[in-house]
């Protein structure tokens, strides 16, 4: 199974809609983390399960979603209310608690992933303002034969970020 992972675009979406578009036909779901600052039905979004971040007002996205995807189960969130700029403890609670497989966050804009107790945890970084290294990235999570694989693309061409690609067993 395949997942496409994308948040904090804040407001683009040309890019966010080039990026579906890109990975569309292979992938079996796809996840903005929030900050999209777009409409629940903005059609750049269109195909996407979306979380509200803080930068999203009203109430179009809901604050988490849970969701199994051929036996893989996701939890998703902006990572605000759970204080990920300090720490991931609090977001590890709640995905070990809803019995997570793949936890998958934004709000830090830090594109990374890491595995503790046994669930993969991604942040697919920001499209639009990357912070730490400045590549502006999305996510792709792979899971077969249980392996599992993180790769990360530059947000304009696609192009695989190799540096923090990770697998996980």
Same mark, same amino acid.
């Given at each position: ?48 399960k979306v ?6 007002? +009203? ?8 969701? /199994?995807v051929e036996?893989?189960?996701?939890? =998703? #969130?902006?990572? %605000? ?47 639009k303002l990357?912070? +730490? ?8 999570? /792979? ?6 694989? =993180? #790769?990360?693309? %530059? ?15």
């Amino acid at each position: 199974m395949k997942a496409l992972i994308l948040s904090d675009s804040h407001g683009w979406t040309n890019e966010v809609k080039e990026i579906l578009d890109r990975h569309r036909t292979e992938v079996d779901i796809i996840f903005h983390c929030g900050d999209s600052e777009l409409e629940l039905e903005h059609p750049a979004l269109a195909g996407a399960k979306v979380v509200k971040g803080n930068c999203d007002f +009203g109430a179009d996205f809901p604050d988490d979603i849970q969701e /199994e995807v051929e036996g893989i189960f996701f939890y =998703v #969130t902006h990572g %605000h209310l759970y204080n990920v700029k300090m720490t991931t403890d609090p977001l590890s609670y709640r995905a070990e608690e809803v019995g997570a497989n793949v936890a998958c966050f934004g709000h830090t804009h830090i594109a990374t992933s890491f595995e503790q107790n046994g669930v993969i945890y991604i942040n697919p970084g920001s499209i639009k303002l990357p912070l +730490g290294r400045r590549t502006r990235t999305y996510a792709i999570f /792979e899971s077969a034969n249980d392996e599992s694989k =993180v #790769t990360f693309h %530059h947000q304009d061409n696609g192009e695989v970020v190799e540096e923090l690609t990770a697998v996980y067993k």
